[in-house]
């Protein structure tokens, strides 16, 4: 780790021991080798920007990157992120080739796809932690609340992901922030320190009661202290300023700055006004603007801009009184310099903005060049920046259906961007201009996407629908492809679903147009799922076995893949097939992972967590879910982790699974899905067999189980669990209604585990010993090791009733073994009492715990005894490679060993416990 002799203390605001004694602590922790985030916030001139000069000067010793947001309307893609970055690039080559790639093409330093946002923000982490190896790093932004909304979001993701690389990223607003970071609030002066701080600028004598009353107005605000009484005579003072109301501040210290301003000659407001405009403070490109007026370089007003490598104005309300004080037209020739100063090749987009705001009249040409600015953006992976040139360009469009084109692509890229309520509006705004027939139809597709990303997914699918019809006419493929995404919808909507949810979208599947062509495998999928759906496995089956082969022999496309795998998976389960769902999870999650796509990597991991539960890899599963829980952290994704839930309920621990259920049944209702409800009794039902709980786990079971919308394979095990609580809570004619529509879908399936599954019900209802003997020799042909050992349990439990002890003792002895070796440790205590019946007490294993060991630790401990690099398991779990050695030193120092071939020998337990 770097470190570096503690810097004398530098001069100090007055008045700010406090702050300045955590900013020192800060860098004294930064420089011992870890990181360290702060949000400074508070009103306009209350001393952030003082406090960060502050900081810069103490971390003399060290690098230091800074920037400052800007109040304006451009937006700019990556704008802020590139200031911050530049002078790092130099280290762009130590970086791993996709996170560099997606630096290079967010920055235009190269082509290529846009980057996923979250690998841009793991190659901005990357970045300073390299930047960081010899000296500490410090990064400081101060007006976050005016950066570009793509800089803002991987800043935010690169902050909540430092830990361990000797970087401090301290940032300023004016409110407090929604990033989850640390924060300090800067208050007011106390009022002996503001005093002394308003006695340094008033001239002349101030009688006590005034300055008392001044001290009293400004509430301790130090720009206020020294602005306001500029240029007022002792008699105004003495009459205070008027209005003892904190909001009212940041304007009367405006007006104070106007007040010099009317001082200014017109050359040096000119040259204010230009620099205000520019939201980058480039100060080549506002020089070349002022001498094309015929403005020199003794207009400067260095009271109140410096000019260096940035423009940086006296305070940021320094620059917005220039700005509104101007007029219309002072504005507009303003923007007009400087878009004839910037090169069109180098900066397009800066020229279309400056253009854009030079401009009062709708111009189509000015418009069009917006546009091939948005395209520009979208190529980079600016979807914000993307949205806010199509809007702009919307206002300057002086055709009525070009404008309604545009503000239809606005919209779309807004919904891209996040911002559904500003997609709402810009789509509202198309529908009400002249759009065809094909434009409303996508129109209608843009309006079921917002409600399904709105936390509304149960209105999706009606909407859906409709947009899928109106398709038809004019993009039969598109159609099709939406007719899906409303079955799916329909699926996560569950029983929550407004309108005729599941069956009318599987209706509406059936009855789609046929393929164009040689079918794709989305068109397979949709056929098969609507037969699914409306008929039921067996009549579906052919269909569904095209649909996996589709998938499963590589005839889909990558974003068919990335798209709809999980309903491939889906498919897997319904047919019982567990090599097929192994198989389509492993890829989908590899396929997530190449592409980055981060919004899809969820639901992947979750299939295959349910995968390893089954097969009775506890640890691995658990493993999964902590992944699942780094994701939805790290890009703070509105996602419920059901696989948690599962692991919980596998697990036996009641107390945490009851603490997960909760949370996510409350997560389902409000986002309309009734699917993760279904999920929740499922898993409880699980849980409640494993206690011996056999009435709670009926009435999770049937509740799951009488939901009519209760899609695939939820519904086939809560069957399971349902025939299970049933005969033993003493309803056996539950129990058989629960087989009977269990066996529609196994006899509809060849494998083993579908057999196995259905003789173990059968041997329950029927309390048949061929049964349980079946059950038990075709689940131990399958991988489901947890599916095997509940056979062996429920044969033992049969046997200890026939009084036959022995053999039970063998039976329930190879369950208490399997369950104890996969972690399933409540159905372990079950086996154990049975065990315990029978005379035999069973055998306790001796698992060292890795209490010792942090959740992080096991992980990072996991994945490099598989072999991944530091690089590799950073860019799983979305930190650092630094962050990754550290935890890993960790684990050595703990376990006593000195390589990474030792992980295996010394973690096995603790991965188990």
Request: with cysteine.
């Amino acid at each position: 780790m770097p470190t570096s002799p503690r810097r004398p203390s530098g001069s100090r605001p007055l008045g700010r021991r406090a702050e300045c004694d955590a900013l020192d602590q800060l860098l004294e922790v930064v420089r011992a080798g870890e990181s360290r985030v702060l949000t400074i916030y508070g009103e306009p001139g209350i001393g952030k920007s003082e406090l960060l000069d502050y900081l810069v000067r103490q971390a003399s010793d060290c690098h230091v990157v800074s920037m400052a947001g800007v109040q304006s309307e451009m937006e700019l893609p990556f704008a802020a992120l590139h200031q911050v970055c530049a002078p790092m690039l130099d280290r762009l080559g130590s970086l791993p080739e996709p996170q560099r790639d997606a630096l290079g093409t967010a920055f235009a330093l190269r082509g290529g796809p846009p980057p996923d946002r979250f690998r841009l923000g793991l190659a901005v982490l990357g970045l300073f932690a390299v930047t960081a190896e010899d000296r500490p790093l410090v990064c400081v932004v101060d007006d976050v609340q005016w950066l570009d909304d793509a800089s803002a979001q991987v800043l935010s993701f690169v902050a909540r992901r430092l830990v361990a690389e000797s970087v401090a990223c301290v940032f300023a607003s004016r409110e407090p922030g929604d990033w989850g970071l640390p924060e300090m609030q800067v208050r007011g002066l106390a009022d002996a320190d503001a005093r002394a701080l308003l006695l340094t600028v008033v001239q002349g004598p101030l009688d006590e009661p005034v300055l008392d009353q001044i001290v009293a107005e400004a509430r301790g605000n130090p720009l206020a202290l020294l602005e306001l009484p500029r240029g007022l005579t002792p008699a105004e003072l003495a009459g205070g300023f008027g209005i003892p109301v904190a909001e009212a501040l940041p304007r009367l210290i405006e007006e104070s700055f106007l007040r010099h301003l009317a001082l200014l000659s017109s050359d040096a407001r000119r040259l204010l006004l230009l620099a205000a405009a520019d939201r980058l403070g480039d100060p080549v490109l506002v020089w070349r603007a002022a001498a094309a007026l015929g403005i020199t370089a003794g207009a400067a007003a260095p009271d109140l801009i410096q000019f260096g490598t940035r423009i940086r104005f006296r305070h940021p309300l320094v620059r917005s009184a220039v700005y509104r004080a101007a007029s219309p037209q002072e504005r507009m020739r303003a923007h007009a310099a400087l878009a004839d100063a910037t090169d069109a090749e180098a900066y397009p987009e800066r020229r279309a903005w400056h253009r854009a705001y030079a401009t009062a009249e709708p111009d189509e040409d000015v418009a069009a060049e917006l546009e091939r600015s948005a395209e520009r953006a979208e190529a980079r992976g600016g979807l914000a920046a993307a949205a806010a040139f199509l809007q702009r360009a919307v206002v300057l469009t002086p055709s009525p259906a070009r404008r309604a084109e545009r503000a239809l692509a606005a919209a779309q890229a807004e919904q891209e961007a996040g911002a559904a309520e500003a997609a709402q509006e810009l789509l509202a705004a198309a529908l009400a201009g002249p759009l065809d027939e094909r434009q409303r139809a996508r129109a209608a597709l843009l309006r079921a996407e917002i409600a399904f990303t709105a936390q509304h997914g149960n209105l999706a699918p009606p909407l859906l629908l409709d947009a899928a019809r109106r398709l038809e006419p004019f993009d039969a493929p598109l159609a099709r492809e939406t007719y899906l995404q409303a079955l799916a919808a329909a699926m996560f909507a569950g029983r929550l679903a407004e309108g005729g949810g599941l069956p009318e979208a599987a209706a509406a599947a059936r009855a789609a147009p046929p393929p164009l062509g040689r079918p794709r495998a989305c068109d397979l999928l949709l056929d098969a799922l609507g037969r699914l759906f409306t008929d039921g496995v067996r009549p579906a089956g052919p269909m569904l076995r095209r649909a996996l082969r589709a998938f499963t022999y590589g005839d889909a496309t990558v974003e068919e893949e990335r798209r709809w795998l999980w309903l491939a998976v889906v498919i897997a389960m319904a047919r019982w097939d567990d090599e097929a769902w192994r198989t389509l999870a492993d890829r989908h999650v590899d396929v997530a992972r190449q592409a980055g796509a981060l919004a899809v990597l969820p639901v992947a991991l979750m299939a295959r967590i349910l995968a390893y539960l089954f097969e009775g890899d506890v640890a691995e599963a658990s493993a999964l879910s902590d992944e699942v829980d780094a994701i939805t952290s790290a890009t703070r994704m509105r996602t419920t982790n059901y696989g948690a839930l599962a692991v919980a309920a596998w697990r036996g621990r009641a107390a945490e699974f009851e603490r997960l259920r909760g949370a996510a049944s409350k997560e389902a209702v409000a986002r309309g899905e009734g699917s993760g409800l279904t999920v929740s009794q499922w898993a409880s039902a699980v849980l409640y067999n494993a206690l011996g709980r056999y009435e709670d786990a009926r009435a999770a079971a049937e509740a799951a189980f009488s939901d009519p919308l209760m899609p695939g394979a939820s519904a086939q095990w809560a069957a399971v669990e349902l025939v299970e609580a049933a005969v033993r809570s003493g309803a056996p004619e539950l129990a058989a209604r629960a087989l009977r529509r269990l066996t529609d879908t196994t006899q509809a399936a060849q494998s083993d585990w579908a057999r196995g599954i259905e003789a173990r019900c059968r041997a329950l209802v029927e309390e048949s010993e061929r049964f349980h003997r079946e059950a038990i020799d075709r689940l131990s042909r399958t991988p489901l090791r947890a599916e095997t050992a509940r056979a062996h349990l429920l044969y033992g439990e049969w046997l200890r009733r026939e009084r036959r002890r022995l053999e039970a003792r063998e039976q329930l002895r190879q369950a208490h073994e399997m369950f104890a070796e996969t972690g399933m440790e409540a159905f372990a205590e079950r086996a154990a009492r049975e065990l315990g019946a029978t005379g035999e007490s069973a055998r306790r294993r001796t698992v060292e715990a890795g209490g010792d060991l942090t959740a992080r630790e096991l992980q990072i401990a996991r994945l490099a005894g598989e072999g991944l690099t530091n690089p590799e398991i950073g860019s799983r779990l979305f930190m650092s490679p630094r962050t990754v050695e550290y935890h890993l030193h960790k684990v050595f120092t703990k376990r006593g060993i000195a390589s990474r071939t030792e992980l295996g020998s010394v973690l096995g337990d603790d991965l188990n416990s």
